[in-house]
């Protein structure tokens, strides 16, 4: 669970030039990841995540609820899913001890970058510029390959970028 109060004293922005300058109050940031608030206490994320892993089969579901989920995840409908994914072992021992080719399916969390959604690995909720634009979560299949504990190399084949469901998809079937 995570929860912050939100404090700003920058009620007013500008809008317009010139004569057409006026002070309006403010509701959204540029370049903000998640909803502007102020002056209020909020939940950021609460959730819940089952896991397991056995020999030959793995699989995570994590649910999730506050304003990270409802800001961040599109469409709304998924917005309780943080990740929903199975896998199997292909293979062990594939060029060596210890080494392993995994297939997975589902909603993961993003493999991009450096700066996470989740407050535990992103302590001042922080994001960069150049990271700004990078999806949260991402639906599709994945191939894993272990190598040792030194290197996992992994190749992806997604819905999309931020994408959960397939809009095409989806007519194809209501046709």
Do not use: C
Request: charged share 15%; proline share 3%; net charge negative.
């Amino acid at each position: 669970i995570d929860a912050y109060y939100a404090f700003d004293t920058d009620m007013l922005m500008s809008t317009g030039t010139g004569a057409q300058a006026q002070n309006v109050p403010k509701g959204d940031r540029a370049l903000n990841a998640v909803n502007f608030r102020r002056n209020e206490f909020n939940l950021n994320t609460a959730q819940v995540t089952a896991s397991t892993q056995l020999d030959w089969f793995r699989g995570r579901t994590t649910f999730q609820f506050g304003t990270i989920a409802n800001s961040s995840w599109l469409p709304g409908k998924y917005s309780p899913i943080q990740e929903a994914n199975l896998g199997i072992r292909a293979a062990k021992d594939l060029g060596g001890d210890g080494n392993e080719l995994w297939f997975d399916g589902g909603i993961f969390l993003t493999h991009i970058g450096n700066e996470a959604l989740l407050p535990r690995y992103n302590w001042l909720s922080n994001l960069a510029l150049v990271t700004m634009f990078e999806p949260f979560y991402q639906s599709g299949v994945r191939a894993s390959y272990n190598w040792g504990s030194t290197l996992n190399l992994q190749l992806h084949v997604l819905n999309g970028y931020g994408s959960i469901d397939n809009a095409r998809f989806a007519k194809a079937i209501e046709q």
